[in-house]
């Protein structure tokens, strides 16, 4: 209480009210003539709400005589104004709602206390529907998400392995949810994904900056939710979409069955999605082996509707082969070869990939093998003017990565990780206009491994707990909101032993009786504590224009692979070494901001600027003369450093839709960030080769025109043809210390798109179909964030290349069928 008095006393005033509250207001909420559930509904200036039930019923009561203003917000919906004039005891107001695609009444859910229009919140956050991603090439979830969020990049390892980067900050920073539950699957691999049906998310919501302060350690750089579907449809009735997807570089199939029911209070869905690729393809390298994959997905969930509050249980299942590449070749030829030797292999000496096997939807031997479950509920119960949010998950995370070609069904790597996460919060009523929660937050993990011959990191358990308090407030056009969070996360393991396996003369887990065996992991336990909180606010010079500025201060404990690796992960192809002395990273970040939309324009433009302490990155081990150290043959090794660093850039968006020609827009987007190492020794021992972090984007401008018909064409259903460019210039400022990193050279790719949804002459929607192409003129490039640049083998080629290059063109045929 010694910290929550005072800051509500600095941010907050008390107004009371004093005028009589004796009359009720009813209504139902509609959109398209169906009825929206949840949408919140408040009496503006006053602590009356409600939200509306199952059937878009609302009722507020003891609201004031005279004249008063309803305010409707509810998420996927534009937010409306109304003013009426209470003479009666009763008012009935009726509204229909806007489906919103992305504005400043845009209601999030993300990195907020309880369902916030965007431009209530200081914090920068985007949105990404459903839409805008079916109208891009992707081959991934995160890579829709790259394509249409400023500020948002992806390390990729091949087409199926994208970690979101937010402002040059990843891997264990950027806290991914799944329908708002922590998404806990060894984030801490270099080539570990996101383990999420694609096809299954309706709505991506992305905080940019440290979330800390709502969901603890771990979105020190921000947050990327990832929402599924609810049905809001009429009762008894079946419905569902069956999509399917064409790519044609790496000859990707996928296909996804959705289904939805409702009955009575009841609401049911149900997901299936297979997905299956050859190995990509670019001009310079050809088909890159080890690219290959084939995913499976199924989800279910039920939920119900009570006045009471809502419940929903969800299931879900993920399932993954995905090969693993390690860029070997012939040095001549620079084509691909196989590893097929364990003991005596020469990685520069090995058979090459006969051509049908580049091409083979068959997963080659050496592969990983992931499997991830989700089991949660959400509830939320009602108390009058306040609410109880209980969301309780169970997750298990199997990783298998398969490294020995002589006996193939010898994983190397085997983990095995158990999650349970727990977050409890508490809506209080409204006290003189102030919004508040408090919250408690967590999860206990272990993690196991099991019949597997490398051991990059230990047997740990790990618990973590935090507590929020979080409050906003509304004085006149300013909106203000902040607050603070304590956390404690504890780590620990006992003693590890590695052994040798007698009879194949691999790695095998063992104990102290073992006197050949090697102590690889001493024990370890370790208390983390972390403060964290922000304050911002949003000044709405008018409803089309409003400047954002918030301050905020987040909290990372070190990973397991930053204090406890020690041995090599197949998968990544790195011997990893930890600290187990590093502290948590904490840092401070100021954003300001600058939103307009107007008639024939919308604005947005957000500078950044992030100081972190004891910041973690890699870096290459080296020898006293400067040659790398391989305690693997054919794996790189990587240290962990910790230091000071800092990080500034901004987003710039600039998107025009003249009003007197509605069938044009033109989009236009740019993202930069420079992330400085602030090492001291490194910089006065090794000057500019230290002076910048690892994995920093490069400059990016995006440009997309689209046009959209006004009216049918035919059976097309207001057609749009689009064509875009993306921009990336050169990266000189790289992490060049024991070459860790190198230059990379700047170019253009130019796509283009066409889509339409068909109907029928009843004006029923038959189908939803997108035709696109990336890399239209199949450019041969490198992203500065793609890991496969470095698997190179030789220090000159015969090409003038080195290291592999991303994917060439690629024609992506997409239908939606709708039922």
């Given amino acids: 209480m010694k910290i929550i008095v005072p800051l509500i006393i600095l941010f907050f005033f008390f107004r009371p009210n004093g005028y009589s509250q004796n009359s009720v207001i009813v209504g139902k909420v509609t959109s398209k003539e169906n009825f929206i559930e949840n949408v919140n509904v408040k009496i503006t200036g006053f602590s009356r709400s409600t939200k509306t039930d199952k059937s878009g019923y609302y009722q507020i009561d003891k609201v004031s005589k005279g004249i008063v203003e ?282 090459i990939v006969p051509t049908n096997d580049l091409r083979s939807y068959s997963i080659n031997p050496l592969h990983q093998h992931i499997q991830h479950y989700r089991f949660y509920n959400n509830s939320q119960f009602k108390f009058g003017s306040s609410d109880l949010n209980i969301l309780v998950g169970g997750q298990q995370s199997v990783r298998r990565e398969y490294n020995h070609p002589t006996v193939p069904n010898q994983a190397g790597l085997y983990v095995v990780l158990n999650t349970l996460n727990y977050d409890i919060k508490y809506n209080l009523p409204d006290f003189a206009g102030i919004e508040s929660t ?142 187990r002395s590093f502290k948590p990273e904490f840092n401070l970040q100021q954003d300001i901001g600058i939103i307009a939309y107007l008639k024939d324009v919308d604005i947005s433009m957000e500078i950044f600027n992030n100081n972190i302490q004891n910041y973690i990155y890699q870096s290459r081990l080296t020898d006293e003369n400067g040659n790398p150290v391989v305690i693997v043959p054919g794996n790189l090794t990587y240290q962990y450093q910790q230091s000071k660093a800092r990080l500034y850039g901004a987003e710039l968006a600039i998107n025009l839709h003249p009003s007197n020609l509605k069938w044009l827009t033109f989009n236009n987007s740019l993202a930069y960030v420079v992330g400085l190492n602030k090492n001291e020794t490194l910089l006065n021992l090794h000057g500019k080769a230290a002076k910048y972090l690892p994995f920093i984007p490069p400059l990016q401008i995006r440009s997309e025109i689209k046009a959209t018909a006004q009216k049918n064409i035919g059976f097309l259903d207001k057609p749009y043809f689009k064509f875009d460019a993306v921009m990336f210039a050169d990266q000189n400022n790289f992490y060049a210390l024991d070459d860790t990193e190198s230059f990379t050279k700047g170019y253009t790719l130019l796509n283009a798109g066409i889509g339409s949804t068909i109907k029928s002459k009843s004006g029923k929607n038959l189908m939803d179909i997108f035709i696109q192409v990336d890399n239209i003129f199949n450019v041969a490039y490198q992203s500065h964030l793609n890991r496969l640049k470095y698997f190179e083998y030789y220090e000159s080629s015969t090409n003038g290349r080195s290291g592999i290059y991303n994917m060439g063109r690629n024609m992506s045929f997409k239908i939606v069928v709708p039922f």
């Fill in 70 to 351: 309803v305010h409707f917000s509810g998420v996927n919906y534009q937010s409306r104004r109304i003013k009426v004039t209470m003479q009666n005891d009763t008012l009935r107001l009726d509204t229909e709602l806007l489906e919103s695609e992305s504005n400043l009444d845009d209601v999030v859910i993300t990195g907020v206390n309880r369902a916030t229009a965007l431009r209530k919140s200081p914090v920068p956050i985007a949105v990404l529907s459903k839409k805008a991603m079916d109208q891009n090439v992707n081959t991934n979830l995160i890579e829709a998400i790259v394509k249409g969020v400023p500020g948002v990049t992806a390390v990729t390892t091949g087409p199926n392995v994208s970690k979101p980067f937010i402002r040059g900050l990843g891997y264990n920073r950027v806290l991914t949810l799944y329908d708002g539950l922590r998404q806990e699957g060894q984030q801490w691999g270099d080539e570990h994904g996101i383990e999420v049906d694609e096809y299954g998310i309706v709505r991506a919501e992305v905080v940019k900056g440290p979330a800390s302060l709502t969901y603890g350690s771990d979105a020190l750089a921000g947050v990327i939710n990832m929402i599924p579907y609810t049905p809001n449809f009429e009762e008894n009735k079946l419905k569902g979409d069956f999509t399917t997807n064409f790519q044609s570089n790496n000859g990707m199939l996928g296909s996804s069955l959705g289904l939805a029911y409702i009955k009575n209070d009841w609401k049911y869905t149900l997901r299936a999605t297979g997905k299956v690729a050859h190995n990509y393809y670019n001009k310079v390298d050809g088909y890159v082996f080890g690219t290959a994959f084939r995913e499976y997905n199924l989800s279910a969930s039920a939920r119900v509707d009570k006045a009471w509050g809502y419940s929903k249980t969800a299931v879900t299942y993920y399932d993954n082969l995905m090969e693993i590449p390690d860029g070997s070749r012939d040095s001549i030829t620079r084509r691909f070869t196989r590893q097929v030797l364990d003991d005596g292999d020469d990685i520069k000496n090995r058979p």
């Fill in 438 to 579: 408090f919250g408690v937050n967590g999860m206990y993990q272990t993690n196991r491994s099991k019949d597997a011959t490398d051991f990059p990191i230990p047997d740990y358990n790990l618990f973590d707990v935090g507590a929020f308090y979080f409050a906003k407030k509304t004085l006149g056009k300013i909106d203000i909101s902040g607050g603070v969070r304590m956390d404690r996360r504890n780590i620990n393991w006992n003693n590890f032993y590695v052994g040798t396996n007698a009879q194949t003369g691999f790695g095998s887990q063992s104990n102290s009786n073992d006197p050949a065996a090697d102590l690889q992991f001493p024990s370890f336990s370790k208390n983390y504590y972390g403060f964290s909180g922000s304050v911002g606010l949003t000044y709405n010079i008018s409803d089309k224009l409003l400047i954002k500025a918030n301050i905020a201060r987040g909290y990372r404990a070190p990973n397991i692979t930053e204090i406890g690796s020690n041995g090599l992960d197949p998968g990544a192809h790195i011997v990893y070494l930890g600290n």
